[in-house]
């Protein structure tokens, strides 16, 4: 069980790290478009900053142009570096060639839980589900992650919940079956706030009075 911090930007990343409870860093296109630096770059220094794991996405058109993006970003951390490749048949069956060199999978936007279930059959070390996508497009995300994490038991795949986007959706998710959730910076700073815990140091400040 685990908790990540979902940014590119360097600063959320380091808030998060110094936390001291956030194992690791996930990433996506749109995260890294956002803070205009090539990918790479952005992985290089992501990976200085932590000894966790660093998830990094390929995005090439074809599937020998996503391979080569692989091994590129695999090769700079070997075993901390987890490729993100979107769920596609032709996706999975890459992720299953990577697997068995030792590269470390994570099949992305995982939709149904007939995805999760072939990519345990890859091999793959993670299923992601977007939940709260899941729910705007399906009505239910966390069935879905009920579901996928349902049909990975007993395999090496865990359910990495993503697109998460208040602290009850979070608890939802890990309720379902999710082993590990990614988090956006301000739902990760949220999770361990509660006005009712703030009330009670009060009361307890006021005691002391």
């Known amino acids: 069980m685990a908790i990540l911090v979902d940014s590119a930007d360097t600063d959320e990343v380091r808030r998060a790290l110094e936390l001291g409870f956030v194992a690791g860093v996930t990433t996506n296109p749109t995260l890294i478009a956002k803070v205009k630096r090539p990918g790479l770059e952005v992985l290089d220094d992501l990976l200085r900053m932590t000894e966790g794991p660093v998830f990094y996405q390929v995005t090439a058109e074809t599937l020998s142009g996503r391979e080569a993006q692989a091994r590129e970003a695999a090769a700079k951390a070997p075993g901390r570096v987890v490729i993100k490749i979107p769920a596609t048949t032709e996706n999975l069956a890459l ?49 879905v992650v009920r579901d996928c994490a349902a049909v990975v038991r007993n395999s090496q795949t865990k359910i990495l919940a993503a697109s998460l986007k208040t602290p009850e959706e979070v608890v939802a998710a890990i309720l379902a079956g999710a082993e590990d959730v990614t988090l956006p910076l301000d739902v990760l700073l949220a999770m361990g706030e509660h006005e009712l815990s703030h009330r009670a140091i009060a009361d307890f400040a006021a005691s002391l009075r």
């Open 95 to 143: 992720a299953a060639r990577l697997g068995r060199e030792g590269i470390r999978c994570a099949i992305t936007a995982v939709s149904s839980a007939a995805q999760a279930y072939t990519a345990a059959m890859a091999g793959a070390d993670y299923a992601i589900p977007y939940v709260n996508r899941l729910t705007r497009q399906l009505g239910d995300g966390i069935a």
